[in-house]
């Protein structure tokens, strides 16, 4: 039914969006205890670059794993409903693009906000 479908729908975009806001805003709550540890790499002779570098990949493998676990649990059931034919290849795609750019935007987020907290607290 259509009605069902689009409540179906409403709420999977709801659920995408609510988790990876919650995402963000946990990483963003550790940035400030996160910013005295990349303190004291530079007092150990870290230069920026290198800390960027750090940064980015904590935050690259923070979202990989979490985009992996979600995809063993969404892709199955994506496959299960396009070999059923209730949904069609083009709409699972979409399905699965729906869910991957919310969290890839908030990765980006959560890098710009790291890095910025990270030498913003630079003495």
Known sequence: KPKDFAIVFVSYITCILLMTLM????????????????????????????????????????????LFFI????????????RIETISMGFGLELFVLYFIPIAASSFIAYYNYKNTVFQKED
Do not use: R, T, W
């Open 23 to 66: 995402v963000l805003y946990k990483i963003m709550l550790e940035n400030d205890s996160h910013a005295h540890i990349f303190k004291s790499l530079i007092k150990l002779g870290y230069v920026k670059k290198q800390i960027i570098k750090i940064i980015k990949k904590e935050v690259f493998y923070y979202y990989a794993i979490m």
């Open 71 to 82: 995809s063993i649990y969404a892709i199955p059931i994506l496959v299960h409903f396009i």
